[in-house]
């Protein structure tokens, strides 16, 4: 490895790139040994040319990311996997909340947070899950979900939802996004939890918060 001399600038991804960007090129890139063209590979594919490249460009990188331990790889890919916005990337993203791995889990949470307009239909999708687990994370997604529809969802969802921890989930969100449009669905969710103490003071503080 050539040494930095003092006050030298250290090369770039794009000075150390050794493969070119066609899309075999990207696709061995992504193989590559190094993180730095692991990286670039990931932030050039979200430059899909078309249908049949974004599938396979999120093929690849859904396959990779799972065995990719370079953080800033794996940030990069989710982010491409997001812009690409491909039902087979945002469907891939969302079985990623089915792994074992909680740092996965949590960054592909903050993945789909930061694009309400590209992953919104997923989480429809999600809330709607027969798992459990993955309508709370779902839920965990909307806590900063910048979309107009998330309080709208969150009463849809504790309006017929049967498990007492995913309706706690979303009442702790509707507690710090919800308005007063929330309040019938949160007196009606009290009377369905009579003997579910954190989630009838869970709902308190929710009303108390949403008043007039």
Same mark, same amino acid.
């Given at each position: 490895?050539?040494l930095?001399k003092?006050g030298q600038?250290?090369?770039?991804?794009e000075?150390?790139?050794?493969w070119?960007?066609?899309a075999d090129?990207l696709?061995?890139? %992504?193989?590559?040994?190094?993180?730095?063209? $692991?990286?670039?590979?990931? &932030?050039?594919?979200?430059?899909?040319?078309?249908?049949?490249?974004?599938?396979?460009f999120? /093929?690849?990188?859904?396959a990779?990311?799972?065995?990719?331990?370079e953080?800033?790889? $794996?940030?990069?890919?989710l982010?491409?996997?997001?812009r690409l916005?491909d039902?087979? /990337?945002?469907?891939? %993203?969302?079985?990623?909340?089915?792994?074992?791995?909680?740092?996965?889990?949590?960054?592909?949470?903050?993945a789909? $947070?930061e694009a309400? /307009?590209e992953?919104?239909?997923?989480?429809l999708?999600?809330?709607?899950d027969a798992e459990?687990?993955?309508?709370?994370?779902?839920?965990?997604?909307?806590?900063?979900? &910048?979309?107009?529809?998330?309080?709208?969802?969150?009463?849809?969802?504790?309006?017929h939802?049967a498990?007492?921890?995913?309706?706690?989930?979303?009442?702790?969100? %509707?507690?710090?996004?919800?308005?007063?449009?929330?309040r019938?669905?949160l007196l009606?969710?009290r009377q369905r939890f009579p003997e579910e103490?954190f989630?009838?003071?869970?709902?308190? %503080?929710?009303?108390?918060?949403? /008043?007039?």
């Amino acid at each position: 490895m050539p040494l930095i001399k003092p006050g030298q600038t250290p090369p770039s991804d794009e000075e150390k790139r050794r493969w070119p960007r066609d899309a075999d090129g990207l696709l061995r890139a %992504l193989d590559d040994s190094t993180p730095s063209a $692991r990286r670039c590979s990931a &932030r050039d594919m979200a430059n899909a040319e078309n249908d049949a490249q974004r599938a396979l460009f999120a /093929a690849a990188l859904l396959a990779r990311l799972r065995s990719e331990h370079e953080v800033s790889v $794996r940030e990069v890919m989710l982010t491409t996997l997001v812009r690409l916005g491909d039902i087979a /990337a945002l469907s891939g %993203l969302a079985d990623c909340l089915r792994s074992d791995d909680t740092t996965l889990r949590n960054e592909v949470i903050e993945a789909m $947070r930061e694009a309400p /307009a590209e992953t919104a239909p997923i989480i429809l999708e999600l809330l709607g899950d027969a798992e459990p687990s993955l309508r709370v994370f779902a839920v965990n997604i909307l806590e900063s979900f &910048r979309h107009p529809d998330v309080e709208h969802w969150l009463i849809d969802l504790i309006s017929h939802e049967a498990n007492v921890n995913v309706c706690a989930s979303a009442v702790d969100v %509707l507690c710090l996004t919800g308005s007063t449009a929330s309040r019938p669905a949160l007196l009606a969710l009290r009377q369905r939890f009579p003997e579910e103490p954190f989630l009838q003071f869970a709902i308190d %503080l929710a009303l108390k918060r949403t /008043a007039d």
